[in-house]
T-cell receptor
């Protein structure tokens, strides 16, 4: 049973560029949540997708957007990258009627 | 929003020692999870425990929901237990976002 997978593992971008991160949920899960973890801090909730719609959103600007596909996989897009967007981006999957979330290995984004 | 505090922030122990990590939260919760983040950043699920007590090998956890705290116990520590331990909570019914604490960094010395 494959767990949550994310790609790419690492990414280096420059200020102003755009980036797309990808996540495939655990088998049987239908909900994907994205979190940002800055160095030395706990993960912060960005948004959650269920049935291809954004269901909840944290305190992040509109530069952060996402998408969920019919196969439940998801993308996180960040436009106009800032130095402060450098972080570990974590994807979590769950079954909507349940609460327990399972996390992928993360994508480490560096903005220069 | 809900506040989640973890203590202690750092803990250094000799291999074989026991430890207790604490998580306090400021509101009623419907979800509480403990995670271990390894040096590569992977968050590993330890317990889903919104209330009650669970045990898994050398690890056990207790959540007293009425008093708004949870404890994670690690017995006979091993060097592979090193890393950051996070408590995360959700406050709504259904699939609520997780709010994380600031973590406890555990270092086990051989």
């Amino acid at each position: 049973d494959a767990g949550v997978t994310q790609s790419p593992t690492h990414l280096i971008k420059t200020r102003g560029q755009q980036v797309t991160l990808r996540c495939s949920p655990k088998s049987g899960h239908d909900t994907v949540s994205w979190y940002q973890q800055a160095l030395g801090q706990g993960p912060q909730f960005i948004f959650q997708y269920y049935e291809e719609e954004e269901r909840q959103r944290g305190n992040f600007p509109d530069r952060f957007s996402g998408h969920q596909f019919p196969n439940y996989s998801s993308e996180l897009n960040v436009n106009a990258l800032l130095l402060g967007d450098s972080a570990l981006y974590l994807c979590a999957s769950s079954f909507y009627v349940m609460k327990e979330q399972f996390f992928g290995p993360g994508t480490r984004l560096t903005v220069l | 929003g809900i506040q989640v505090e973890q203590s202690p922030p750092d803990l250094i122990l000799q291999e074989g020692a026991n430890s207790t990590l604490r998580c306090n939260f400021s509101d009623s919760v419907n979800n509480l999870q403990w995670f271990h983040q390894n040096p590569w950043g992977q968050l590993i699920n330890l317990f889903y425990i919104p209330s009650g007590t669970k045990q898994n090998g050398r690890l056990s956890a207790t959540t007293v929901a009425t008093e708004r705290y949870s404890l994670l116990y690690i017995s006979s520590s091993q060097t592979t237990d090193s890393g950051v331990y996070f408590c995360a909570v959700g406050v709504r019914e259904g699939n609520e976002k997780l709010t994380f604490g600031t973590g406890t960094r555990l270092t086990i010395i051989p």
